[in-house]
């Protein structure tokens, strides 16, 4: 025995050697997103079951990475089968279902239509996307309706790619039926997700000609719905809604007093996952500021829009109140920003200069009347209603500055730094300061102002109520 193992020891060792360096026959693990692509394409690729297919279809929807959809893209069978199934689903599913089911036949032919629009809308290879959007084929005129039923009941996911469909140049225009489904999403008979009301924007920028349609860089950007993005279209649109020459302003101020609500509960939402929420409601609540200032808004809107602008000052001061935890992973700095600079646009606003006053032309004087062109300021409408404005913003807003002061003040109790790394407790505390400072500036300019209407009203009526909030 020993004579046998001193005799094999030398190439067991080298066939042991040998074996160690050839790789493991293991399959590669997959992660999550990998494994629903796969039952995806099997699904759809292998099933012969309406139910099956639709089921996988509407899957695609909820995939938001463009790495994973690629995957869809480039695989030559689903593109063959889908392509089938998408312009033969009306006319397969009144046959399976009866010549009476043409509203569930019109629904699978739009969520088929919706699952490739998704796909070309979050794909930044447009030669792919030019082959998927001709999957589609062609609708009918009467077929690019979508009944106010289906949307009523469809996810908002679906309806963000419907508006994209009907947006995309490829398939030609219709623009009453996106008129319609604008004004049937906008009735509040719809809860819109971040993505369908970035969607809506893009549908209201077209309708009122805010800028040119088509692009479809602009129809990528506004569908991956960024917060940056919609920002910046709601600002254009704010804009417009203030420019003497928009047509019909009172629809468009009306819609954006309703995205402006849909939005700051869509915000609440997204922040579990980006922190984004504060950002997004102070730039809303600048917004509102300058929709509600606006000349000649009649009384119905002022009272929507007083209505939107304290949910959303109850929404921020919600989101400010969870900053009080520690290892906060994301900081306020922006949302302060915002907030100093609305306070010391509508300060300035009640505060301007002397005019034999020498001013710098980058000081921020009037900047609200210059930043959304054609917003009323004092002259716009009547200094008791602006006056009514901005105590509400006073009586609002002072309850927010209570708690940044204490979450600083309990900070500062602690005799240890904070433990998150990201978050600047300098410039957090700077910045509370600062927003302090300018805020109580606009509060003495409200009641200096107050107190002058109190005079005049007294002169002419001693029993006249001029307080907001009496």
């Not at 719809?190 to 805010?210: G, H, K, L, Q, T």
């Amino acid at each position: 025995m020993d004579a046998l193992s001193r005799c094999c020891k030398g190439p067991f060792i080298f066939f042991v050697s040998y074996v160690s360096k050839i790789p493991y026959g293991k399959r590669k693990e997959e992660n999550d997103g990998m494994l629903q692509i796969t039952a995806i394409i099997r699904a759809i690729c292998t099933s012969d079951d309406a139910r099956t297919q639709a089921h996988a279809v509407s899957n695609i929807l909820g995939i938001a990475e463009s790495d994973l959809l690629c995957q869809l893209t480039t695989n030559e069978e689903l593109f063959t089968r889908i392509s089938e199934l998408c312009i033969g689903s009306y006319d397969r599913t009144l046959q399976l279902c009866g010549r009476g089911r043409a509203d569930l036949a019109a629904s699978t032919s739009w969520l088929y239509r919706a699952a490739i629009t998704h796909i070309s809308l979050l794909t930044t290879n447009y030669v792919l996307v030019g082959r998927w959007t001709l999957a589609m084929g062609e609708l009918d005129e009467s077929a690019m309706f979508i009944s106010p039923d289906q949307l009523q009941h469809a996810p908002p996911n679906i309806i963000a790619a419907w508006l994209g469909y009907m947006l995309d140049p490829d398939h030609g225009y219709n623009p009453q039926a996106r008129h319609l489904a604008l004004h049937f999403i906008m009735d509040g008979r719809v809860n819109p997700s971040w993505r369908c009301i970035s969607m809506v924007i893009a549908v209201i920028i077209v309708e009122w000609d805010v800028c040119t349609a088509g692009s479809r860089d602009a129809l990528h950007a506004a569908y991956t719905g960024k917060s940056s993005t919609v920002l910046r279209n709601l600002k254009l649109l704010v804009k417009k809604s203030n420019d003497p020459d928009c047509k019909d302003r009172a629809t468009l101020r009306k819609y954006l007093f309703e995205i402006f609500r849909f939005a700051r509960k869509a915000a609440a939402d997204m922040s579990r996952a980006s922190g984004d929420a504060p950002i997004v409601i102070a730039n809303l609540l600048g917004y509102c500021e300058a929709v509600i200032r606006a000349k000649s808004l009649p009384s119905d809107l002022v009272s929507l829009g007083r209505a939107v602008r304290k949910e959303s000052f109850g929404a921020l001061e919600l989101e400010f109140k969870k900053l009080s935890g520690k290892g906060k992973e994301h900081t306020p700095t922006e949302a302060l920003h915002e907030l100093i600079q609305l306070f010391t646009e509508l300060e300035a606003i009640l505060n301007p200069p002397a005019p034999d006053t020498d001013s710098n032309e980058e000081e921020t004087v009037y900047v609200l009347r210059y930043r959304y062109l054609y917003a009323a300021t004092v002259g716009g409408r009547r200094t008791s209603t602006l006056s009514e404005e901005d105590e509400e913003l006073v009586f609002l807003f002072s309850p927010i500055v209570q708690q940044l002061n204490a979450i600083m003040t309990r900070r500062a109790a602690d005799k240890q730094p904070y433990l998150n790394r990201n978050w600047d407790y300098s410039g957090f505390e700077w910045q509370v300061t600062e927003l302090e400072a300018i805020f109580t500036s606009f509060e003495a300019a409200v009641n200096c102002r107050s107190r002058q209407i109190k005079r005049r009203s007294r002169s002419r009526n001693p029993d006249l109520q001029w307080c907001y909030h009496e």
